[in-house]
């Protein structure tokens, strides 16, 4: 039998705090901070821009470009880690939590 990690899907608002050097520190999520325990990941993934039927101004940036980070945090030190997928759609400044799973 083969162990799956509990996940949970949510795309809700959070607020994220960033290092000097750009990465992640805390996330605010559910009126708590849940502060980065680990070494973050961060990579960018390409949005279906045909589906989503946005428009663009000419010059107005990168409109593909979908921004993660996955990041194992905790409430506090005794507190479990969980891991948080963080998403920032193309010309957005909003970050989403995507899914927490533990």
């Known amino acids: 039998m083969t162990a799956v990690a509990n ?4 795309d809700v608002e ?7 050097a750009d990465a992640p520190l805390a ?6 901070i849940w502060a980065v325990a680990a070494d973050p990941v961060h990579w ?3 949005d279906a821009w045909w589906d ?3 428009t663009a101004a000419v010059g107005a940036g990168d ?13 506090g030190s ?14 957005s400044t909003q970050w989403l939590l995507e899914s927490i799973s533990d």
């Open 7 to 10: 996940e949970t899907t949510l």
């Open 14 to 20: 959070v607020d994220l705090r960033f290092t000097a």
């Open 78 to 91: 005794n507190s479990a880690l969980r891991t948080f997928t963080l998403r920032r759609n193309p010309l």
């Open 44 to 46: 960018f993934a390409r």
């Open 27 to 32: 996330v605010r999520f559910d009126g708590r």
């Open 52 to 54: 989503t039927r946005r």
């Open 63 to 75: 409109v593909v470009s979908v921004e993660y980070w996955q990041v194992q945090v905790r409430l």
